[in-house]
């Protein structure tokens, strides 16, 4: 059977359809799946808005612009249905539940991705909203695939993940009971305690989420679909749509404008990372396959996919900077304060070198001069933010895990092969202009400028070149950066040699 035909006729349910992932695979679905019956969206108020009205704004978005070009009827298929993942039950009502009635595809991408989220908030998202989803799977007779997605980094105390379930870090039950009974600051100070091996509320809540799923392999077809760091899409529905400043998004954003100077970490580390319609086509695959080829009840453990670039990565954080600074000359953003220059150091000094002398006192400044002209101070309160979004992405620049994934690659040989061009999402590279895509993805989408750089922004940006450089010389930069490179190789080899 073809994807397509698979998909003819099929209700499907996604949550977290208002998220990163989830609309690029409403978009797909409508685009590339012409013959699907209905998409019901979990959607919960928000700001006093509705979800019908969060809908109608999320259909307006640029990621949607060639579904309203070339198949606009598409979007009478989708129905909003109120709820919320924080909520026992998914919070849907009685009536909704039974519009549910028919779905045979869901797709259970909601959860919270703030690494900073409170313990409480993450478990009852994360980790209850999947037993909720679990309890209400169990209710649909039609039901062909639950795809559940997950993080690649659910084991951060690992160096080398594969596709399977590990033993657990806490009982998942146990810790659902706890969030429903003690209050955040008890559970946010016994946090260390409980899962000393995560760095993060996030990492450990979706590892626990991971067993919900498993625990239900049997009663249930479901699967796990592990992606590592989302970013850009590759080429749909347009090559560098991006929505969001999360994660290394955001600090490479921050860099490329020249607010922030540097970062610690280890600048070789090479990030895994996966275009988010590479993902969301994995996601349309993964349950064409599940629902082709139903599991047996005796499995052992769910089926994972480790949703991951692997060994087609090739960019370090010194690559980023390196190709930032070279992109910049011919596509700097309007919005940009300085020539960028963001070094990843695993020398602590010289990073806080870099940290008050470029990114402090500049900003002490500027705010200084914003004070003067009657505006509200800003710089001091950025760089507070890009010392937290430091602190939370400092695991992921300063390690590198190695994702196998041989039932990723595998997944794709269920393509067939007049489909190929439309699902295939192994055939890419992320090279430089997967990269200068991002650049300009991020100018159009997040920063609201022009695709294409105004001629006083590249003359702007040649005259930040020649001060930035000029100014280094001059301050005596290369000098103490020799001095300090110097130091640190030897006490390294001092310690070397006396262990």
Not at 138 to 160: D, F, I, R, W
Not at 433 to 450: A, I, S, W
Request: hydrophobic fraction near 40%.
């Amino acid at each position: 059977m073809s994807i397509v035909n698979f998909y003819k006729d099929k209700e499907i349910f996604i949550t977290g359809g208002t998220g990163f992932i989830g609309k690029v695979l409403i978009e797909k679905i409508l685009y590339s799946l012409p013959n699907v019956s209905k998409l019901y969206i979990l959607i919960r108020t928000k700001k006093n808005k509705t979800p019908e009205e969060r809908l109608k704004e999320l259909l307006e978005i640029p990621v949607f612009r060639r579904v309203h070009k070339e198949q606009p009827e598409s979007f009478k298929k989708i129905t909003p249905i109120a709820g919320d993942c924080y909520e026992k039950g998914l919070g849907i009502s009685a009536q909704d539940k039974e519009k549910l009635r028919n779905v045979s595809i869901i797709f259970h991408i909601a959860a919270t991705i703030r690494f900073d989220e409170d313990l409480k908030t993450a478990i009852l998202l994360n980790t209850r909203g999947a037993y909720e989803m679990i309890k209400l799977a169990k209710e649909l007779p039609k039901l062909k695939a639950l795809v559940h997605v997950s993080t690649a980094y659910s084991h951060p105390n690992l160096k080398v993940i594969d596709e399977k379930i590990y033993s657990p870090y806490a009982d998942w039950r146990n810790m659902i009971k706890l969030a429903e009974t003690c209050d955040v600051d008890t559970l946010n100070i016994l946090f260390p305690q409980i899962a000393p091996s995560h760095p993060n509320t996030y990492t450990f809540t979706k590892s626990l989420a991971e067993h919900v799923v498993n625990d239900h392999r049997h009663t249930l077809p479901v699967v796990i679909v592990r992606p590592s760091i989302v970013i850009s899409s590759y080429e749909e529905p347009m090559p560098g749509w991006i929505d969001n400043f999360n994660g290394p998004i955001g600090i490479f954003v921050a860099g490329y404008s020249g607010l922030m100077r540097t970062n610690y970490g280890s600048p070789n580390t090479v990030p895994d990372v996966i275009a988010v319609d590479i993902c969301a086509k994995s996601l349309i695959v993964a349950a064409f396959k599940l629902g082709t080829h139903p599991p047996l009840t005796s499995r052992v453990e769910v089926e994972i996919f480790n949703c991951c670039s692997s060994s087609k990565r090739n960019f370090s954080y010194a690559d980023f900077n390196d190709f930032g600074k070279k992109l910049t000359l011919k596509m700097p953003y309007d919005k940009c304060l300085w020539f960028p220059d963001l070094p990843v150091t695993s020398y602590l000094v010289w990073h806080y070198f870099r940290f008050i002398t470029l990114q402090i006192i500049p900003a002490l400044f500027l705010d200084l001069l914003m004070i003067i002209s009657g505006q509200k101070p800003m710089f001091i309160r950025l760089n507070r933010r890009f010392v937290t979004t430091g602190r939370v992405m400092q695991l992921f620049i300063k390690n590198e895990w190695t994702f196998l994934n041989e039932n990723f690659r595998a997944l794709e040989k269920n393509i067939s092969e007049n489909e190929w061009s439309t699902f295939n999402f192994l055939g890419y590279s992320y090279n430089e202009t997967y990269y200068y895509n991002l650049l300009k993805g991020v100018r159009e989408f997040l920063l609201n400028e022009k695709p294409e750089p105004s001629s006083a922004a590249i003359l702007r940006i040649r005259i930040f070149r020649v001060l930035h450089y000029s100014s280094q010389l001059i301050g005596g930069y290369y000098i103490v950066r020799y001095i300090i490179d110097l130091v640190m190789k030897y006490f390294k080899s001092y310690f070397i040699v006396n262990q």
